[in-house]
Antibody, heavy 121, light 110 residues
Framework: EVQLLESGGGLVQPGGSLRLSCAASGFTFSTYAMNWVRQAPGKGPEWVSGISGSGGSTYFPDSVKGRFTISRDNSKNTLYLQMNSLRAEDTAVYYC??????????????WGQGTTVTVSS | QSALTQPASVSGSPGQSITISCTGTSSDVGSYNLVSWYQQHPGKAPKLMIHEVSDRPSGVSNRFSGSKSGNTASLTISGLQAEDEADYYCCSYAGSSTLVFGGGTKLTVL
């Protein structure tokens, strides 16, 4: 069974850092691009990062560029999101999502259950 | 990058067909056949229903179909069922290495 399991969420103060992890199983992890998508309470999803299967190419929207870093360890089938300089507006449920193809902009066909990040003093 | 525009809500009776629109610009929806649609039930993760405008993943009912005309993509659900009641989001590649989602549409099955 194809599965994604996020971890690492929690409460962090503004300006703080957090690293999210996403453990993948049931598919050849290195073959597929992966994305992180977040969803603030009562809001629609927002794409926050994408990475190629090899990890050599990464992509970010302006809202997180320079603050967030995405990486992957294909030997451990794990995706990461390093979040620095966190702001209140980063508060959301963060999902990792498997892309249906090799490019991050294809549809996301498998999603994790999400991990909650709360930025507050 | 601005979010894609979706109607806040649509409704239909069981057995009917409904269409949800997703309007972007010539820089996103209009330029790329890279529109996907997601269904989300309360408290659950989004589920891919359509990718690359009109392709349906394995396991998704053929009652769901997608199309695009100009800067507007559409999701049509035929033979509406109670379990289709959910939030629906479109998503498009927007160039400049960016993905953008729509604001979402709440589907109510009357």
């Amino acid at each position: 069974e194809v599965q994604l399991l996020e971890s690492g969420g929690g409460l962090v103060q503004p300006g703080g850092s957090l690293r999210l992890s996403c453990a993948a199983s049931g598919f050849t992890f290195s073959t597929y691009a992966m994305n992180w998508v977040r969803q603030a309470p009562g809001k629609g999803p927002e794409w926050v990062s994408g990475i190629s299967g090899s990890g050599g190419s990464t992509y970010f929207p302006d809202s997180v560029k320079g603050r967030f870093t995405i990486s992957r360890d294909n030997s451990k089938n794990t995706l990461y999101l390093q979040m620095n300089s966190l702001r209140a507006e980063d508060t959301a449920v963060y999902y990792c999502a498997k892309v249906s193809g090799v490019h991050y902009y294809y549809g996301m066909d498998v999603w994790g259950q999400g991990t909650t990040v709360t930025v507050s003093s | 990058q601005s979010a894609l525009t979706q109607p806040a809500s649509v409704s239909g009776s069981p057995g009917q067909s409904i269409t949800i629109s997703c309007t972007g610009t010539s820089s996103d929806v209009g330029s790329y056949n890279l529109v996907s649609w997601y269904q989300q039930h309360p408290g659950k993760a989004p589920k891919l229903m359509i990718h690359e405008v009109s392709d349906r993943p394995s396991g998704v009912s053929n009652r769901f179909s997608g199309s695009k005309s100009g800067n507007t993509a559409s999701l049509t659900i035929s033979g509406l069922q109670a379990e289709d009641e959910a939030d629906y989001y479109c998503c498009s590649y927007a160039g400049s290495s960016t993905l953008v989602f729509g604001g979402g549409t709440k589907l109510t099955v009357l």
